[in-house]
Each structure stands twice: as C-alpha cells, then as structure tokens.
C-alpha cells in the first residue's frame, strides 16, 4: 500500500482588506418634526429657555418684595469678586463671557449634523459692510424706542430699575462690558432668531407661529425687569424677526442687538447718578 500523502498547506493569500471604519456605524435616524422638537428643547434648555425661567421666578420675587416694582433693582453685569482683587474678577468676567457662548457652538455644531451652518441662518462675514449698516439703522430704531418705553413704564411702576453695570472703575471695565454687549447680541439673536426660526419652520409650522413664538420667548427671559419691557421686548422680538425674513440674515440683528447693549451699558456707567431723568 502507498504511503498516505499529507496534505500540503495553501500558499498565502492576500491579506483581506479591513472593512471601512464607518461601515460599522450605525445609519443616522432619519430627521423628523419629532427629532427636531427635542432638538430644540434641548438647546432652549441649556441656554434661554432656562433663563426665561429664571426671569419668571426673578419677577414673580420683585412683585412680592415690600414696596412696588419700581422700588426693585435688576442689576445686569455684577462684580464676581472684591473690589480689591481685581484680576479675579476680571478672570471670571471673561470666564463666565466664554462659556457663555457654549449654546451657540452647539447651535453649530447641530446645523453641520444636518448638512447646514452657521452661513444657513447669515451669521457670517459675507456682507460685514451690510450687516453693520442695517443693523446701526435697527439699533437707533429699537434703542430709542426702548429707552422710551423704560422710563415711561418705571414712572408707572410697571418696570424695576435696571441697573446694567455695576463693575467697578478698573481699566478692563468698559472692554468687559463691551463683550457683555455682543455675547448677548450673538446668544439671543443666533438662538432666539435664526435657529428657532429655521428649526420651527423645518417642522412645518407656519411664519406667524413661529415669529409669535421667538417674541414671546424673547419677552420672558426680560420679564425680570418688570411688565413694561415685557411688552418692549415682544415687539422688539417681531420686528427683529419680520427683519430676519426679510433679510435672511441674522448678522444685522447680531450688530443691532451688541449696538444697543453697548449703548446701554456704556451709557449706565457715564450718565446714572449724573442726570435726574434716568433711574439709577
């Protein structure tokens, strides 16, 4: 009998390909209205729906304190540390002002998930001469309107005295406040505006829903400084969103929005305790 032949083994082959990292991925849920509702609940959570909140509880503690509305102090940029130290204080300014700004890196980062950015809602550099055009003529138009409506609304007692710097004389105060300024404008009018209205309009709803609903929003986290800005920032809140449809861009009411706080907070440090008509 013939010796019984051992098998010889397979020459080697190729190495097989590794699969592509993202085939082990799984594929993204597809976006609906339901996705995109939490979405926003999400952000206004982290951001101004938490301070609309806030501003309510703030109001509902001015209206039960002793004496009248009037009589009440909304201070809006406070010291975070003793006068005598300074650059602690100036450390948690700029501090406090960049995390501030963590909602819109997430309102971002969600409009890249989807195949969009920042440039989808026109908060961008492409038309900077335009931006601080319409936005310096916007400014003067609100402004001047809000300071009316502030002091008449104090004189009735319908409004808190609102107190919007009360930093101390140090050489970084007026660029802290002028940061303040345009970190409110970016927060407010990116999130308030351009995302709110493009998520909401992506879930069907219609432009008079939707520009109701950015105002009212808008109102509420101001209702601390009493019922006369309520009212203030809800017609504030539908024409800057009558502008952003208009426009279709955010960039104006960004430059509108630092434009007047500047204005405010600036003026807050120069004129109060130095003019009778202004409270303070």
């Known amino acids: 009998m013939s010796e019984p032949t051992t098998p010889r083994a397979a ?29 926003v609940v999400c952000v206004l959570a982290l951001s101004l729906g938490a301070s ?33 130290r300074p650059w602690l204080d100036l450390s948690r300014q700029l501090s406090s002002l960049v995390f501030a700004m963590a909602p819109v890196v997430l309102v971002i980062h969600l409009l890249h998930r989807t195949r969009e950015s920042a440039r989808t809602i026109g908060f961008d550099l492409r038309r900077p001469g335009f931006d601080l055009a319409a936005g310096a003529g916007l400014a003067a138009l609100i402004g001047c309107g809000g300071l009316v409506v502030y002091l008449v609304s104090w004189r009735l007692g319908l409004t808190v005295t609102v107190a919007p710097s009360s930093l101390e004389e140090h050489w970084w105060q007026y660029p802290v406040l002028i940061l303040q300024a345009v970190k409110n404008g970016v927060l407010e009018e990116v999130i308030v505006v351009g995302y709110l209205m493009l998520r909401l309009g992506q879930m069907g709803w219609s432009p008079v829903r939707i520009i109701a609903v950015s105002a009212v929003l808008r109102a509420f986290y101001h209702l601390y400084q009493g019922v006369g800005m309520f009212f203030g920032n809800l017609v504030m809140g539908v024409v800057f969103c009558w502008f952003y449809r208009r426009w279709g861009r955010v960039g104006p009411l960004v430059a509108a929005h630092s434009l007047i706080d500047i204005a405010a907070f600036a003026g807050s440090v120069l004129l109060i305790g130095k003019v009778g008509w202004l409270p303070g």
């Open 52 to 84: 609309a909140v806030a501003a309510v509880i703030s109001f509902a503690g001015a209206l039960t304190a002793p004496g009248g509305l009037a009589e009440q102090t909304a201070n809006l940029v406070v010291p975070r540390a003793e006068a005598e």
């Open 11 to 39: 020459a080697p082959g190729p190495e097989p390909e590794p699969a592509p990292a993202s085939a082990s991925l799984p594929t993204p849920a597809p976006l609906t209205a339901r996705l995109l509702g939490w979405e």
